[in-house]
């Protein structure tokens, strides 16, 4: 039940324009008012604040990539595909420790693409929605 309903809900984020960016650098501004040093993380920022680095090109493209690997991550869901998802996620963080990422840093990233949803779909992101996630 709890995979028709992320991939029900994932479809709201599509239907926004440009989601991959906009869901993306949304996604980042709530990592980073989270875990402000999180940004240390991602040397392309070195030298940028604020709005300028949310209109990074950098970011931007990472931004989108990631929105594109949740959405292939639901895609897969739907699919039933839970068996072939899981090592491509665990591969992910792996490559990830790589970069400095800690295990802490994970649950941000939890927490951020939460707020991500709850802030781009307003009252559609119900609380059954947040436990289905």
């Given at each position: 039940?709890?995979?028709?309903?992320?991939?029900?809900?994932?479809?709201?984020?599509?239907?926004i324009?440009?989601y991959?960016k906009?869901?993306g650098v949304?996604?980042?501004k709530?990592?980073?008012?989270?875990a402000?040093?999180?940004?240390?993380?991602?040397?392309f920022?070195?030298?940028?604040?604020?709005?300028?680095?949310y209109?990074?090109?950098?970011?931007?493209?990472h931004?989108?990539?990631v929105?594109?690997?949740?959405?292939?991550?639901?895609?897969m869901?739907e699919?039933?595909?839970?068996?072939e998802l899981?090592?491509?996620?665990?591969?992910?963080?792996?490559?990830?420790v790589?970069?400095?990422?800690?295990?802490p840093?994970?649950?941000v990233?939890g927490?951020?693409?939460?707020?991500?949803?709850e802030a781009?779909?307003g009252?559609?992101?119900?609380?059954?929605?947040?436990a289905a996630?």
């Amino acid at each position: 039940m709890s995979a028709e309903i992320v991939v029900e809900n994932w479809k709201l984020v599509k239907a926004i324009e440009d989601y991959p960016k906009v869901a993306g650098v949304l996604l980042f501004k709530k990592i980073f008012s989270i875990a402000p040093e999180a940004q240390g993380l991602f040397k392309f920022l070195n030298g940028t604040s604020g709005e300028e680095m949310y209109e990074s090109e950098k970011l931007i493209k990472h931004a989108s990539n990631v929105i594109n690997t949740v959405n292939t991550a639901v895609q897969m869901l739907e699919d039933n595909k839970v068996d072939e998802l899981l090592p491509v996620l665990k591969g992910l963080g792996k490559r990830h420790v790589a970069y400095g990422v800690l295990e802490p840093h994970y649950d941000v990233v939890g927490q951020a693409l939460l707020a991500t949803l709850e802030a781009a779909e307003g009252d559609a992101f119900t609380d059954e929605v947040k436990a289905a996630w």
